[in-house]
């Protein structure tokens, strides 16, 4: 008889749970641990014993790297592949779970929890509430293998049914339900318009070249909760931002089904126009060549862009002369830039605001930038070369053609085509997008002006931009200088010293 467990595991799963509401694990777990008790099984620690795999399917597959480096379909369960891992090491004794198909609903995962309960001396003892799931001798795994093969019929008929429906609620143009999207309402076509501004802004800044790790930044300092509450992250982020649905579209397994839809875009307006829009944002999130390392993201606007105006030898060793941010501590103390080379040279950077008092160099551009960029004639800072490539376009080309060769990749492994057909529509393909990038180098980024040019709101516009954001106009209109300020107040009372502040316009004249 095997001893009385005095650590055994707690597994509790439920298959699908709406904003991560965890009331029905929890409600197992009760029920276990009061099976526990009446059993008289001790439980190890709740942090490591009691394991709850809340909106986790033990169905669905998906390709995973092996460890032998091969790939295969399996369930993706790391709170159950954990829990085997400590039976079979011997930081558990027994396993509790509330019914058989809450435990394992793969003939794979039934299997691999079969060897560690029958690879154990003594053997492991194993319990359910519903009396389902017990493998204390071969009659009950026997009924256990029979059991979970009948459960995973099921939810291959359950799977096979729920896929045409949604499909064919794709190809109308109908919400096929599912957890609510962020942007819409609970109905799947009304627009939630707080989250589709959000939406938006993200999308205006990863086209501008910012980096999805700023732009969750700035939604959690702005308070934008996410669909199920949880902390905002790029992964998250970015499948937000991939939705065909952002453009009015509904999809199928990735492939595009329907453009007259219940719902209306969130990117623009016009169908069209955001349908264009979002695909421009599918080539910037897609692009291989896209930088994704989380570097440091800046705080401060002339950090590593402005120039200490010393001609010292010192200050001109790395051939710029550019300053850095040094932020003194206590409350006596403003943040200041600090050449690189040496301490000579120290500005305070002040806030970038543009109302009160000039307090330091930010401030200074900051509003000198929003007076050059609010006039009427700044729109003309944004007119491209008569002949100038269309970018968004060439972007939306090399989105498509990236899709083409994913395709082609999908129709080779279903055996549909050759390899010699593979390989001879991949070089037509490869060759056709670096075409394309070509063009794309050619053209540069994004303009970061779109938006905020010629406008009489220039500066209000320019307070909802992020550091990132503002960074990218400077880089593009300005060269900034600091020079040691002069003692003493200046005309009209005040302590900073603007004519220390030098500034050289790099753009071109505006154009007729």
């Known amino acids: 008889m095997a001893d009385i467990p005095a650590r055994c595991i707690i597994l509790a799963r439920i298959s699908d749970a709406r904003d991560e509401d965890t009331t029905g694990v929890d409600e197992q777990i009760k029920a276990m641990l009061q099976l526990a008790s009446r059993l008289r099984w001790g439980v190890g620690p709740p942090t490591s014993h009691v394991v709850s795999e809340n909106d986790t399917s033990a169905y669905k597959r998906r390709v995973i790297t092996l460890p032998d480096g091969s790939t295969g379909l399996r369930t993706v369960r790391p709170k159950f592949r954990r829990a085997l891992d400590m039976l079979k090491q011997g930081q558990a004794d027994g396993l509790i779970a509330y019914d058989l198909d809450r435990a394992v609903r793969d003939p794979r995962d039934l299997e691999d929890l079969i060897d560690v309960i029958e690879g154990s001396t003594p053997r492991i003892?194993?319990?359910?509430?519903?009396?389902?799931?017990?493998?204390?001798?071969?009659?009950?795994?026997?009924?256990?293998?029979?059991?979970?093969?009948?459960?995973?019929?099921?939810?291959?008929?359950?799977?096979?049914?729920?896929?045409?429906?949604?499909?064919?609620?794709?190809?109308?143009?109908?919400?096929?339900?599912?957890?609510?999207?962020?942007?819409?309402?609970?109905?799947?076509?009304?627009?939630?318009?707080?989250?589709?501004?959000?939406?938006?802004?993200?999308?205006?800044?990863?086209?501008?070249?910012?980096?999805?790790?700023?732009?969750?930044?700035?939604?959690?300092?702005?308070?934008?909760?996410?669909?199920?509450?949880?902390d905002w992250t790029t992964a998250s982020l970015r499948n937000i931002l991939l939705r065909p649905s952002n453009a009015g579209l509904a999809d199928y397994r990735g492939e595009i089904v329907s453009r007259d839809t219940e719902w209306p875009p969130i990117l623009a307006d016009d169908r069209q126009e955001a349908e264009h829009r979002w695909r421009e944002l599918v080539a910037a999130l897609t692009d291989p060549d896209r930088r994704t390392s989380p570097g440091n993201e800046p705080k401060w606007l002339g950090s590593l862009i402005y120039r200490c105006g010393c001609d010292c030898d010192r200050c001109q060793t790395d051939g710029h002369g550019r300053t850095n941010v040094a932020v003194s501590g206590g409350r006596a103390y403003a943040c200041t830039y600090t050449c690189r080379a040496h301490s000579h040279l120290r500005r305070t950077a002040g806030t970038g605001g543009l109302s009160g008092p000039l307090t330091g160099a930010d401030d200074f551009v900051s509003r000198l930038l929003v007076a050059r960029l609010s006039q009427r004639d700044a729109t003309s800072l944004l007119a491209p070369p008569v002949s100038g490539p269309d970018v968004?376009?060439?972007?939306?080309?090399?989105?498509?053609?990236?899709?083409?060769?994913?395709?082609?990749?999908?129709?080779?492994?279903?055996?549909?085509?050759?390899?010699?057909?593979?390989?001879?529509?991949?070089?037509?393909?490869?060759?056709?997008?670096?075409?394309?990038?070509?063009?794309?180098?050619?053209?540069?980024?994004?303009?970061?002006?779109?938006?905020?040019?010629?406008?009489?709101?220039?500066?209000?516009?320019?307070?909802?931009?992020?550091?990132?954001?503002?960074?990218?106009?400077?880089?593009?209109?300005?060269?900034?200088?600091?020079?040691?300020?002069?003692?003493?107040?200046?005309?009209?009372?005040?302590?900073?010293?603007?004519?220390?502040?030098?500034?050289?316009?790099?753009?071109?004249?505006?154009?007729?």
């Open 125 to 230: 003892p194993v319990e359910s509430i519903t009396g389902s799931l017990r493998l204390s001798n071969d009659a009950d795994i026997t009924m256990a293998r029979v059991m979970v093969a009948v459960a995973n019929k099921s939810s291959r008929d359950t799977g096979r049914r729920v896929a045409v429906a949604r499909r064919r609620l794709a190809l109308s143009g109908e919400y096929g339900g599912g957890r609510r999207r962020f942007g819409f309402e609970t109905d799947g076509k009304t627009v939630r318009q707080s989250e589709a501004a959000a939406i938006r802004k993200a999308a205006d800044a990863v086209l501008t070249g910012m980096s999805l790790r700023q732009v969750v930044a700035d939604l959690r300092d702005g308070g934008v909760p996410t669909v199920t509450g949880s």
């Open 392 to 512: 968004t376009g060439l972007r939306v080309e090399l989105a498509r053609l990236r899709q083409l060769l994913d395709d082609q990749a999908r129709l080779h492994a279903r055996e549909v085509i050759t390899t010699s057909q593979l390989e001879t529509g991949s070089r037509e393909l490869q060759a056709k997008m670096r075409a394309v990038e070509e063009q794309l180098d050619i053209a540069g980024e994004h303009d970061p002006l779109v938006g905020i040019v010629g406008r009489p709101d220039a500066a209000q516009v320019w307070e909802g931009l992020s550091v990132a954001q503002r960074r990218q106009i400077l880089r593009l209109l300005l060269d900034v200088t600091l020079l040691p300020a002069r003692p003493g107040r200046r005309p009209g009372g005040g302590y900073f010293d603007a004519d220390s502040i030098g500034v050289v316009w790099r753009v071109r004249a505006p154009r007729e």
